[in-house]
């Protein structure tokens, strides 16, 4: 196949790089940093750069923007692309996405998927993606409804090449909400978290349990303001979920109750015990 990726950052180049480096396709890319695209030439991670009259050769489009970027690039340029070729994103939020594309993808004759790898650093940019990022990662597919059982046979096939270990099929609605538990509360936890005065002063007094919970706290905050109003409800209900939780442990405190703390603290130990039994392999 021809791929076109359109932006080399962290995940795009990473996708780049390992289609590149484990695949026998041709792979053109495109970034509005002319630095960044000659990298990527220089180190092999594309044959050559994705210009508009090279969109209506490619099989496949990968679009790895911020969720309106995705939207507007498909968009303005939908009737470059190949009929039946396969557009998909690489964004964290489904529904302002699909909705759209979905019906672009039905007026222009190509076929959108949406698509979420489940990957990534809390670094961003080219100068961070790997090849091996997808390494035992899951890939969420969100296909139209009339999507070819063959179509998506050869997607997964090409995932599994580059790494991925499980193709998980959802809707919007299920993605999105998932993805505000799973993702988004725990980067506004640990940005939350970090903020805390005692964090400048944490150092000698500190192991495991504080760099677990600050890796993320360092992010892209121009991606994430876009991911987090893209998807307000879901995120919304996880941190009023959260703060409800939190003020339970807080009561009990106050009122120096021991039995009601440690129901607290085993309710959440034997919560995680049970999760854990439940996704053993």
Request: include cysteine; charged fraction near 25%; charge should be negative.
């Amino acid at each position: 196949m021809k791929i076109g990726i359109v932006g080399l950052g962290l995940i795009g180049g990473s996708m780049a790089k390992a289609l590149k480096y484990n695949t026998p396709h041709t792979v053109l890319g495109r970034d509005i940093d002319t630095d960044v695209l000659l990298k990527a030439k220089l180190i092999g991670a594309i044959d050559g750069e994705l210009r508009d009259e090279d969109i209506a050769d490619c099989d496949l489009l990968i679009c790895a923007l911020y969720p309106k970027a995705t939207v507007d690039f498909v968009l303005q340029h939908a009737a470059l692309i190949k009929k039946d070729a396969v557009v998909m994103d690489c964004c964290g939020v489904k529904r302002v996405i699909c909705r759209t594309l979905w019906q672009a993808a039905k007026e222009n004759g190509f076929v959108f998927y949406g698509a979420h790898p489940m990957a990534g650093l809390h670094f961003s940019g080219f100068a961070y993606s790997d090849v091996q990022m997808f390494a035992d990662a899951s890939m969420i597919l969100l296909p139209p409804e009339d999507a070819d059982e063959g179509t998506l046979s050869a997607l997964k096939t090409l995932f599994f090449s580059i790494g991925f270990t499980n193709v998980q099929i959802t809707s919007p609605e299920e993605h999105d909400r998932m993805i505000a538990y799973t993702s988004q509360l725990a980067h506004v936890v640990s940005n939350a978290y970090v903020k805390s005065p005692a964090a400048q002063v944490h150092d000698g007094f500190s192991a495991g349990s504080y760099k677990d919970l600050t890796r993320v706290a360092k992010l892209n905050a121009d991606m994430w303001t876009e991911l987090f109003l893209d998807n307000p409800d879901y995120l919304i209900d996880e941190l009023e979920g959260l703060t409800a939780h939190l003020q339970e442990y807080i009561d009990a405190l106050r009122a120096h109750d021991g039995e009601t703390l440690h129901a607290l603290l085993k309710a959440g130990s034997d919560r995680k015990e049970q999760i854990d039994g439940l996704y053993k392999s």
